[in-house]
């Protein structure tokens, strides 16, 4: 499920109009702002409900220029003892060998490899995700929401919405299936500050 996550992860890609053989030396540096990005994983629980689980403190950082969206790209890492499920029992099952075995693996990380542009604020973004040990592809539907100063804080900030979902007995976690669902699905939203 915390490839989900990683899912993030995220296209990021401003503007999403211009070619992927845009030089890479323009692109500035913008590092996640964990305060204002969530990273939500969800899974079916017995058909009863949908379980909600999010990946706290994420870290990232985009390499970005609205001049060049499509040789862009994003580099999350979230460590799986921070996938919570807002209760401490819950907690520790999450972070035992059944799921995300966080002493052996503890952290899941997706880099992002190709943008495909699908509109002129939306793209295609598909990185490799590592959960597990385990290393596959996943896709993120992103959103460019709005790139500017923020008012408050003054510095140049970009935010992104993204959806995808996974397999998680692709990455080796099987407990509980097909009770709880297999099909992670992902919901990202991230903003991300310029750097210096």
Do not use: C, W
């Amino acid at each position: 499920m915390k490839t989900l996550l990683l899912t993030s992860a995220l296209a990021f890609t401003l503007g999403f109009a211009t070619p992927a053989h845009a030089e890479t030396k323009h692109l500035d540096t913008y590092i996640f702002d964990a305060a204002h990005t969530n990273i939500l994983l969800r899974v079916s629980h017995l058909g009863f409900s949908d379980m909600v689980l999010e990946a706290l403190k994420p870290e990232g950082t985009l390499m970005f220029h609205p001049d060049h969206p499509g040789a862009s790209s994003v580099d999350i890492v979230l460590k799986a003892a921070h996938i919570d499920g807002d209760d401490e029992k819950f907690n520790a099952h999450l972070q035992s060998a059944d799921f995300f075995n966080v002493s052996e693996f503890p952290v899941v990380t997706f880099k992002s490899h190709n943008i495909e542009v699908t509109g002129e604020k939306t793209g295609v973004v598909t990185g490799d995700l590592t959960l597990l040990g385990v290393t596959k592809p996943v896709s993120l539907d992103v959103t460019f929401n709005q790139a500017g100063k923020n008012p408050f804080t003054q510095a140049e900030t970009v935010g992104f919405t993204a959806t995808g979902s996974l397999k998680r007995s692709d990455f080796g976690m099987g407990y509980g299936l097909p009770g709880i669902g297999d099909e992670v699905k992902l919901d990202i939203n991230f903003e991300a500050i310029k750097q210096q």
